[in-house]
């Protein structure tokens, strides 16, 4: 079945790119910022920062568009007396803030995306700001492993594995918090690859990684499958010599 849109909603990211393409990104904030709902607002950001990724290969641009529209939603959220209104706009900056961060992330191997150290830097504050959301929130723990797992992510990609190692670990208990099987596997997964990327302790990394893949096979669910050959691509990515 094909996924239903919002003509209002696609009429408005419509004029946000053009104002993008032909004007500045200002401009496309704006734009976004006058459509009148603050919910299509922040579903209009969110939508304009997927694009800039995966049409536009512009890094740099979604995280300004990224960085505008949790500045928005969480600002709206403050000035609305609706309790459900000012809690969709907090959950639309998490997600903003996790789905950014994520693709500033270059274990992904994705075609056509270049990652720098700026956008490791940004990456690693937006993913902050999703940890802090899902806190207020209490979005529960496979919500708070993401988190945490996603700033252990960046913090291997800018080489820190040390301090990335107690990131993937506080995921993987709130992985195991929540019982969630799969996605706890996967943090072991991360946790090894952080101890193969230092060098003190990469033989035993190496083999604990060999380990975690075997287990997630073992596994054998659609999330265990995907995050084996997620982490094949991420260990080939980011510990390449």
């Known amino acids: 079945m094909q996924k239903q849109t919002d003509p209002k909603q696609d009429?408005?990211?419509?004029?946000a790119l053009d104002a993008f393409?032909?004007?500045?990104?200002?401009?496309?904030?704006?734009?976004?910022?006058?459509?009148?709902?603050?919910?299509?607002?922040?579903?209009?950001?969110?939508a304009l920062g997927k694009v800039l990724y995966r049409d536009r290969k512009d890094v740099t641009a979604m995280i300004a568009i990224a960085d505008a529209g949790i500045t928005f939603c969480l600002q709206q959220a403050k000035c609305t007396v609706d309790a459900a209104t000012a809690a969709g706009l907090k959950k639309r900056a998490r997600d903003i803030a996790f789905n950014t961060?994520?693709?500033?992330?270059?274990?992904?191997?994705?075609d056509g995306i270049?990652?720098?150290k700026d956008h490791l830097q940004?990456?690693?504050?937006?993913?902050?700001?999703?940890?802090?959301?899902?806190?207020?929130?209490?979005?529960?723990?496979?919500?708070?492993?993401?988190?945490?797992?996603?700033?252990g992510a960046l913090k291997?990609?800018?080489?820190?594995?040390?301090?990335?190692?107690?990131?993937?670990?506080?995921?993987?208990?709130a992985f195991e918090v929540g019982c969630d099987v799969a996605y706890e596997l996967m943090a072991r997964g991360y946790i090894a690859l952080a101890r193969k990327a230092d060098p003190v302790s990469a033989p035993v990394g190496a083999r604990d990684f060999s380990a975690a893949l075997q287990e997630l096979r073992n596994e054998g669910s659609k999330d265990s499958i995907f995050f084996a050959e997620q982490l094949v691509v991420a260990?080939?990515?980011?510990?390449?010599h």
């Open 11 to 15: 009429a408005v990211l419509v004029r």
């Open 21 to 46: 393409d032909t004007q500045s990104i200002e401009q496309a904030v704006s734009v976004i910022t006058s459509c009148g709902d603050p919910l299509e607002a922040a579903a209009a950001f969110s």
């Open 101 to 110: 961060a994520a693709n500033c992330w270059p274990g992904w191997g994705d």
């Open 114 to 116: 270049r990652i720098d």
């Open 122 to 151: 940004s990456g690693l504050a937006l993913a902050g700001t999703c940890r802090d959301l899902v806190d207020e929130l209490q979005l529960g723990q496979r919500a708070l492993g993401g988190a945490d797992w996603l700033i």
């Open 156 to 173: 291997l990609a800018a080489g820190r594995p040390g301090e990335a190692l107690e990131d993937f670990e506080r995921a993987r208990r």
């Open 235 to 240: 260990e080939r990515t980011l510990l390449a």
